[in-house]
């Protein structure tokens, strides 16, 4: 068991792109930490790091108390699941497992117990002999994980392990992974892509952009009070709305005690607004809609809609390389929904506002 912890790690390629730009944050023992973020992010490059197949070009990595920059991958003690589960296709299930700890030179039986311990805890063991090829993708990112609970490591890596298989697999894989980190409670770093992964997997979330940390925190806190205006549009599904006020906004009113600054940007999450004919509570905030896109899926219904006087507004208010005021979605329960077309009122009471500076990148507590 260890902690790993990140001070001020940089990585700069030739040329001088620096694609991880001075990133710090501490994972505590036996927690499991989740990097998300957009393609080309950093997220792979800085676990790549942490694994010791990049190098870093300032700063420190500390796994259990001891700086590992200058370590090689074999002895840092951590143990990685890659996206494309790199199986040997001509080893049988138990040699895959089995084939790092010969290396190291373990004695026969040790190497038996772990492995037949490792297929019990992922319900393979009736696949031992079987080759890689007669594996469903599932059962290989099984073997893959087998691989690495072998080792006993102090630290699990995960690139986007799950990026590989279907809708409906990655669900179970990923509650089997989180059950797999409890049983073990072994120190996780993991990274995606998918923000529904990150938020279900996570004690501690890192969301990345750009090479840099947006915020860090509780998954559930970070859903709550996102930092910044790309955190509050990447985590969440649909995402939050997010309206630049510059005075006088088409198809927003604010009812008493709910003045908000222009040159603001306001933020309401779509689960947060309901269809009302009245107005807001008391500081809230409603938006008259047309109604031009329905998404029904099931438990609830995404409506889709354009605020009343949104393009006129545009043509004033809109700046230069400015996008034009774009549309509201509200997520409503059930499969009821106005007709395309229809007019309509949301309405979002105060405490559900988000409030964040004209650069997006700071919240404004109201």
């Known amino acids: 068991m260890a902690n790993v912890t990140l001070r001020n790690v940089r990585k700069t390629y030739p040329g001088g792109v620096e694609a991880i730009k001075g990133i710090t944050f501490d994972v505590p023992d036996g927690q499991f930490c989740v990097l998300v973020g957009p393609s080309g992010c950093g997220k792979s490059t800085l676990l790549r790091m942490v694994a010791g197949l990049e190098t870093v070009t300032s700063g420190e990595i500390d796994i259990g108390g001891r700086v590992v920059n200058q370590v090689e991958p074999a002895d840092r003690d951590i143990a990685m699941v890659f996206q494309n589960y790199a199986l040997y296709p001509h080893m049988s299930v138990y040699n895959n497992m089995a084939y790092g700890l010969r290396n190291r030179g373990m004695a026969k039986p040790e190497i038996d117990k772990r492995v037949r311990e490792a297929a019990q805890i992922l319900e393979i063991g009736p696949m031992l002999e079987r080759k890689p090829r007669q594996l469903s993708g599932g059962q290989r990112q099984r073997v893959a994980m087998g691989r690495a609970i072998v080792r006993q490591p102090k630290v699990f890596l995960f690139d986007e392990p799950l990026s590989n298989l279907d809708a409906k697999l990655r669900i179970a894989m990923r509650v089997e992974i989180r059950k797999l980190q409890r049983r073990l409670n072994t120190t996780s770093i993991y990274v995606t892509h998918d923000q529904l992964e990150a938020m279900t997997l996570a004690d501690i979330l890192v969301v990345m952009n750009g090479g840099v940390v947006e915020q860090i925190g509780n998954p559930l806190d970070i859903y709550q009070k996102p930092a910044t205006t790309f955190v509050a549009s990447f985590i ?125 990148r700071s919240r404004i507590d109201l």
């Open 236 to 360: 969440g599904a649909p995402p939050m709305n997010l309206t630049p006020l510059r005075g006088d906004e088409a198809g927003i009113r604010f009812t008493s005690g709910g003045s908000v600054p222009a040159g603001t940007i306001l933020g309401v999450r779509p689960e947060d607004l309901t269809v009302s004919t009245g107005d807001a509570p008391e500081g809230g905030v409603s938006y008259d809609l047309i109604v031009e896109a329905i998404e029904r899926v099931g438990a609830e219904t995404f409506v889709y809609g354009s605020r009343s006087g949104a393009k006129e507004a545009a043509a004033v208010s809109a700046k230069p390389g400015e996008l034009p005021p774009g549309e509201i979605i509200v997520r409503i329960p059930g499969q009821a929904a106005p007709a395309i077309g229809a007019a309509i009122r949301a309405v979002a009471p105060r405490d559900k506002l988000h409030l964040f500076a004209a650069d997006g």
